[in-house]
T-cell receptor, first 116, second 112 residues
Framework: GQQLNQSPQSMFIQEGEDVSMNCTSSSIFNTWLWYKQDPGEGPVLLIALYKAGELTSNGRLTAQFGITRKDSFLNISASIPSDVGIYFCAGQLHVKRSQGAQKLVFGQGTRLTINP | DADVTQTPRNRITKTGKRIMLECSQTKGHDRMYWYRQDPGLGLQLIYYSFDVKDINKGEISDGYSVSRQAQAKFSLSLESAIPNQTALYFC???????????FGPGTRLTVL
């Protein structure tokens, strides 16, 4: 089945540093999504990428959809304490084209820890 | 009020018991999903439903069943719980235009 390889698995940084994480796959995806999960909560969507090559920003977050449609990266600039959490990439692919319906395949997550 | 709610938020049960986890949404979405999350891993799809009459197995459906009682409600059942089903369970819905998924707060299930 489809698998996403997300790296790094964990990061320990100082407040104010920039962060970079990425996902790669052997499969092609229609859409790449980046989620953040806080302890005891469900994942929350940060950025969605719909076109190969697309570069999208959301505040201090920037993400890109790789040209090959098999990879994506997420950058966080000038990290702050509330950035702590687990970040997941997810690739979306069709399961029922007639209904335009898709399903998500998730990476293993990157746990971000910030030292003040 | 939360758009996607899950009950219970925490549950401890014993091996062999039947358990039902419930999910409700107020987003008006037709598409609903159940995922499982194990420590240090991403989410794995258990079942998904694209409308009330449509139920589909995901990657790890063995040992689970679902019921779509209405557009807003999607329940996950463990007919006979076993310890390796101890995990976090998330419900999600998606909008029909972009299929972006929105997650509930999760249910922490422990099977002793």
């Amino acid at each position: 089945g489809q698998q996403l390889n997300q790296s790094p698995q964990s990061m320990f940084i100082q407040e104010g540093e920039d962060v970079s994480m990425n996902c790669t796959s052997s499969s092609i995806f229609n859409t790449w999504l980046w989620y953040k999960q806080d302890p005891g909560e469900g994942p929350v969507l940060l950025i969605a990428l719909y076109k190969a090559g697309e570069l999208t920003s959301n505040g201090r977050l920037t993400a890109q959809f790789g040209i090959t449609r098999k990879d994506s990266f997420l950058n966080i600039s000038a990290s702050i304490p509330s950035d702590v959490g687990i970040y997941f990439c997810a690739g979306q692919l069709h399961v029922k084209r007639s209904q335009g319906a898709q399903k998500l395949v998730f990476g293993q997550g990157t746990r971000l820890t910030i030292n003040p | 009020d939360a758009d996607v709610t899950q009950t219970p938020r925490n549950r401890i049960t014993k091996t062999g018991k039947r358990i039902m986890l419930e999910c409700s949404q107020t987003k008006g979405h037709d598409r609903m999903y159940w995922y499982r999350q194990d420590p240090g891993l991403g989410l794995q799809l258990i079942y998904y439903s694209f409308d009330v009459k449509d139920i589909n197995k995901g990657e790890i459906s063995d040992g689970y069943s679902v019921s779509r009682q209405a557009q807003a409600k999607f329940s996950l059942s463990l007919e006979s719980a076993i310890p390796n089903q101890t995990a976090l369970y998330f419900c999600a819905t998606s909008d029909p235009l972009l299929d972006t998924q929105y997650f509930g707060p999760g249910t922490r299930l422990t099977v002793l």
